[in-house]
């Protein structure tokens, strides 16, 4: 019988899915993920986890228990940096402990740490986490290369449309990707937006290079790879003029979130103030709510452009740089 | 330069050592729930416990007309390296500009930032003036911590109570005030030790001793004013306490390079290898190594600090059910936020001690029933 191993649909899960995807099936396992986030993974979730720890962390912990019967091991692994010089937040540095801590009756874990700052390449940790399933050195090493390919062709960003339509309007969404792609989570958010024919860019879809000449007047370097990320697409949409409004997405307890928000929405008032909302996802969020806030955005974005077209009701060509 | 700093323990050495460099130095009032309202008012919601404290601390010490304000920062996975970037702009929102000097631990690269502000520091005085008033500082601050300890001890026996706390309040003033060259150093560190040697105090046999270590968050953990005061607490219980914290420590594991001299924390480090393999940041590792070595040194229970929304101690959080059963040792948490005050925790704390003093009781008990 194979060995079935069960991978949660949480968190980094959807930046890396291919790559672990392929590489545990090239090691010839049966590769298992839980379900999308429903109602009753998030009721678990919150069970099991401390009620401090941020939203997804919650989710992860409903996705864990999912799996927990279904699967031979489960893949939770330690990821303290990918990037050079960055780390992600505690809790996802952390999360093996926090996990293996809360849910009783785990199958075996595979927990290896993968720590970039330090040793600076990959694949000591990836194929550490081969060896659990195979002894074959070579074969892991053949199955990382191969999900390193499937990772370069993923990243196909998206441009901006440069023809300013009248007739159609971009925001740009930032948030962490988990917090985007989770549709249970953010309550369908891009569909709603992209159904009141608004065009939707994302965080995701901002290149390293094009973040980076932002990036690098901030003051302090930010250490964070998904603070990074969307501070660095925050400031890279806020200077591009077809952009009538950005929307951030953040959660209930996030660490990175309550530091770069702040920072990002005073940057927003200083250089270019367009309409910009905050989102904060939490478990009690009715959709409702959501709706009247969303709608009263979106009105806001048409209503300026209408006006706009005679006089500058806002600073936007005084200040764009 | 008109500077100021934020409290966390004693006030006296930072007091110290910026003076001796000739800035003038504002000491900002200690933390009050004024001081955490004001934080907690213009804090994002989601900053952590210390963050907010910070801020409502320098807008009480810019309000006395504080102009520099000098800090530690990071590099770690944590947030405090982020820290001042954040409090500068609402500070700048709110028209009380500052300007900000920040630490970064030159261990974890960033020398040139260090350098720059090793040289604003220094102001006018020499490079040899400088360098003394460091060695007399750095050499204060272990001092303090050792006079600190002995009285931490001591607190749990004294016959009239506070009189510890009276005491450690005089030291710190006579080293404030009395301290200026090295020379100094020894004859204060006599006439302390004096001062602690004339309480009274009424020490029970071993059996009866109890040991408590406290263990979290750097700030909470030093600060006394915003963790109610739970050193003076559990010494008015009887207790004997040990912080995980000290200055001493940070500054030798923060400060002083790694091939000069091997920190206490590496040590703690290790211990804590085996529940948080990694380092997460904050001080979760230190948080559990350090419960290790407590048990390790015979202590009978622990109490566990988090600031409201730290996200390491959340890891360490989870993880100390497991380490209290496996090690078999009594650990308490506490969330450390605006709202804490010791009229809601005492009751906690007191039937943890009671926990405590039963668990032990029983057991030196069955342990004569064997021996009879
Ligand atoms: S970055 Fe924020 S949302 Fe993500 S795990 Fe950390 S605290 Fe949670
Ligand atoms: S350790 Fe905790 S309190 Fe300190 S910066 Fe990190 S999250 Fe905040």
């Given at each position: 019988m194979t060995v079935r191993?069960?991978?949660?649909k949480g968190l980094l899960f959807y930046e890396y899915e291919s790559f672990w995807r392929v590489f545990f099936e090239s090691l010839g396992v049966e590769v298992i993920f839980s379900p999308d986030t429903n109602k009753d993974i998030m009721k678990n979730g919150l069970?099991?986890?401390?009620?401090?720890?941020?939203?997804?962390?919650?989710?992860?912990?409903?996705?864990?228990?999912?799996?927990?019967?279904?699967?031979?091991?489960?893949?939770?692994?330690?990821?303290?940096?990918?990037?050079?010089?960055?780390?992600?937040?505690?809790?996802?540095?952390?999360?093996?402990?926090?996990?293996?801590?809360?849910?009783s009756l785990l199958p075996s874990v595979i927990d290896d740490t993968i720590d970039y700052y330090k040793h600076r390449y990959y694949k000591g940790g990836v194929v550490r986490m081969g060896l659990k399933i195979s002894s074959d050195q070579s074969k892991i090493k053949k199955a990382y290369c191969k999900a390193c390919k499937g990772l370069q062709n993923k990243n196909d960003y998206q441009k901006i449309p440069t023809d300013k339509n009248e007739k159609s309007y971009t925001i740009a969404i930032i948030g962490h990707t988990y917090n985007l792609t989770d549709h249970y989570m953010n309550m369908n958010l891009i569909k709603k937006i992209k159904g009141e024919g608004f065009q939707v860019l994302t965080s995701c879809m901002v290149s390293c290079g094009k973040t980076q000449p932002y990036l690098s007047k901030v003051p302090k370097r930010i250490f964070w790879s998904c603070g990074r990320e969307i501070l660095g697409a925050g400031l890279y949409y806020m200077h591009q003029q077809n952009i009538d409004g950005i929307i951030y997405v953040s959660c209930f307890g996030c660490g990175v979130d309550s530091l770069i928000e702040p920072y990002l929405s005073q940057q927003l008032k200083k250089v270019r103030p367009i309409p910009y909302l905050v989102i904060s996802l939490d478990e009690h969020t009715g959709e409702a709510g959501l709706n009247t806030r969303l709608e009263a955005f979106l009105d806001m974005i048409r209503w300026r452009r209408s006006c706009a077209n005679h006089i500058s009701s806002y600073g936007g060509n005084l200040y764009s740089c | 330069m008109i500077v100021s700093f934020p409290h966390m323990g004693s006030p006296v050495p930072y007091k110290k050592i910026f003076e001796c460099l000739g800035h003038d130095v504002i000491v900002p009032p200690v933390p009050s729930q004024r001081t955490i309202d004001m934080g907690v008012k213009y804090s994002p919601e989601f900053a952590c416990f210390p963050f907010?404290?910070?801020?409502?601390?320098?807008?009480?010490?810019?309000?006395?007309?504080?102009?520099?304000?000098?800090?530690?920062?990071?590099?770690?996975?944590?947030?405090?390296?982020?820290?001042?970037?954040?409090?500068?702009?609402?500070?700048?929102?709110l028209n009380m500009s500052v300007e900000f000097i920040i630490f970064d631990s030159p261990n974890h690269g960033g020398y040139q930032d260090f350098w720059h502000n090793l040289i604003r520091l220094k102001g006018k005085s020499s490079w040899f003036h400088f360098m003394r008033s460091v060695n007399l500082v750095y050499h204060m601050i272990h001092i303090l911590d050792q006079l600190e300890r002995q009285l931490e001890i001591k607190r749990a026996y004294e016959v009239v109570p506070g009189t510890c706390s009276k005491t450690w309040e005089k030291i710190q003033e006579d080293f404030s005030n009395l301290v200026n060259v090295s020379k100094d150093l020894k004859a204060?560190?006599?006439?302390?030790?004096?001062?602690?040697?004339?309480?009274?105090?009424?020490?029970?046999?071993?059996?009866?001793?109890i040991r408590i270590g406290i263990v979290g968050e750097i700030y909470v953990v030093m600060?006394?004013?915003?963790?109610?005061?739970?050193?003076?607490?559990?010494?008015?219980?009887?207790?004997?306490?040990?912080?995980?914290?000290?200055?001493?420590?940070?500054?030798d594991y923060n400060m002083i390079p790694k091939w000069i001299k091997h920190s206490h924390e590496e040590a703690i480090l290790k211990k804590g290898e085996k529940y948080i393999e990694i380092n997460i940041g904050g001080h979760a590792?230190?948080?559990?190594?350090?419960?290790?070595?407590?048990?390790?040194?015979?202590?009978?229970?622990?109490?566990?600090?988090?600031p409201f929304a730290c996200l390491p101690e959340l890891v360490s959080q989870s993880i100390i059910p497991r380490i209290s059963q496996e090690l078999d040792i009594p650990v308490i948490?506490?969330?450390?936020?605006?709202?804490?005050?010791?009229?809601?925790?005492?009751?906690?704390i007191e039937a943890f001690v009671d926990l405590i003093r039963n668990k032990k009781r029983r057991l030196i008990y069955n342990k004569c029933v064997a021996g009879l």
């Open positions: 191993v069960g991978i949660p069970k099991l986890c401390e009620e401090e720890a941020c939203l997804p962390v919650k989710i992860f912990h409903g996705h864990v228990l999912e799996l927990a019967d279904k699967v031979d091991m489960l893949f939770i692994p330690r990821i303290r940096s990918l990037h050079y010089r960055e780390y992600y937040c505690p809790m996802i540095c952390g999360l093996p402990e926090m996990v293996k801590n809360s849910v | 907010k404290v910070l801020l409502g601390t320098y807008m009480e010490a810019i309000e006395l007309g504080a102009k520099v304000i000098i800090s530690s920062g990071g590099h770690g996975p944590c947030r405090a390296g982020f820290y001042s970037e954040v409090q500068q702009r609402i500070l700048q929102q204060i560190e006599n006439l302390s030790k004096e001062r602690i040697e004339k309480i009274n105090v009424e020490v029970p046999g071993e059996d009866e001793k600060e006394k004013n915003v963790n109610m005061k739970l050193e003076e607490k559990l010494g008015a219980l009887g207790v004997e306490v040990e912080r995980s914290q000290y200055l001493s420590h940070w500054v590792k230190q948080t559990v190594g350090h419960i290790v070595d407590y048990k390790e040194r015979g202590f009978d229970g622990i109490i566990h600090l988090m948490s506490f969330s450390i936020d605006e709202q804490t005050g010791l009229a809601n925790n005492l009751t906690r």
